[in-house]
C-alpha cells in the first residue's frame, strides 16, 4: 500500500462523497417508507453503489418482480460500468494483480470513473482504494441517515416525506427537461407508455417489473436514436454556425 497514493486518493473522493450522501439519504428514506428495513436499505447500499440502480430495484421489489426482472434491469440500467471498466483498465498500473482488479471493479461509479480516467499518471491500487473508500462510506451511511430518519418521525411526517420524495426527483428532471429536448422527449414518452401498460387492458399481462424494463429500454433507445450525442468537433462546429446565423 502506498500511503502518498491512497491519501491522495481519499482527497479527491471527499466531494463525491458529501454527493453521494444526500442522494443515498433520499434511498433510505424512500426504502423505509416502503416497508423495507432499515438493515435491507443499508445491505442493499453497501453491495450495489448504484444510484440508479437501486431505485429501480426497489421500485421492482416493491412491484413484486421476480428474480429474473430484476437482474434483467440490472443490466440494462447497469451495462454503462462495464464499458467505463474497459475504459480505465487502459490506465491501471499492469503489476496489478486479478484480485486487486475485482475490488476496483467494485467501486466504479459515474462519478469515480470520471475523476480517475482524468488522472494523467497511472491508476494505482492505492489510488483507487482511497479514492472508492470514502464514497462507499457516504453512500452507504446516507442511507444509514435516512432510513433512521424516517424510521424516528412520526407517521404523519413520514407519510408526507414520501410525497417530497417525488417532488424532489420531479424538480432535478423538469429543469433539465426544459433546455434539452433530448431529456424532455425521454421523459414524455416514458410517461406516456408507463400510462398505457397501466390503463390500457390489452398490456395488463405485462407485469410490473417487465414494464419497467420495457420503458427504460424503448424510451432510451428512442432518445438514442433521434437524439446522438455528436462528437465535441461536430458539437462546436454546430454552434458556431448557429452563432454565425
Not at 113 to 137: C, D, E, N
Not at 201 to 211: A, C, D, K, R, T
Request: net charge neutral; proline share 4%.
Amino acid at each position: 500500500m502506498n500511503r502518498r497514493e491512497f491519501t491522495l486518493g481519499l482527497r479527491h473522493g471527499v466531494p463525491i462523497c458529501l454527493g453521494y450522501f444526500s442522494v443515498s439519504a433520499a434511498f433510505g428514506m424512500m426504502a423505509v417508507l416502503s416497508g423495507l428495513p432499515l438493515w435491507t436499505a443499508v445491505a442493499i447500499s453497501l453491495t450495489n453503489l448504484t444510484s440508479a440502480g437501486q431505485f429501480a430495484g426497489l421500485n421492482l421489489i416493491l412491484a413484486g418482480g421476480t428474480y429474473l426482472e430484476l437482474v434483467v434491469s440490472m443490466v440494462v440500467i447497469n451495462i454503462r460500468y462495464f464499458l467505463m471498466s474497459l475504459s480505465l483498465s487502459q490506465k491501471i498500473d499492469e503489476r496489478m494483480g486479478y484480485l486487486k482488479r475485482l475490488c476496483i471493479s467494485y467501486g466504479i461509479t459515474d462519478e469515480i470513473f470520471a475523476v480517475a480516467v482524468q488522472r494523467p499518471k497511472t491508476v494505482t491500487a492505492s489510488y483507487m482504494a482511497g479514492l472508492i473508500l470514502l464514497p462507499v462510506v457516504g453512500w452507504t451511511g446516507g442511507t444509514f441517515v435516512g432510513g433512521a430518519v424516517t424510521e424516528a418521525l412520526p407517521e404523519s411526517v413520514s407519510s408526507a416525506l414520501g410525497i417530497a420524495l417525488y417532488g424532489m426527483f420531479i424538480a432535478i428532471v423538469i429543469p433539465v427537461a426544459r433546455y434539452q429536448k433530448a431529456v424532455l422527449f425521454t421523459v414524455i414518452l416514458a410517461v406516456a407508455m408507463s400510462l398505457i401498460l397501466t390503463y390500457v387492458p390489452v398490456f395488463s399481462i405485462v407485469s410490473g417489473g417487465w414494464g419497467i424494463i420495457l420503458i427504460t429500454v424503448l424510451a432510451s433507445g428512442a432518445a438514442a436514436l433521434l437524439f446522438p450525442v455528436k462528437p465535441e468537433g461536430e458539437a462546436e462546429s454546430g454552434q458556431e454556425e448557429r452563432q454565425e446565423a
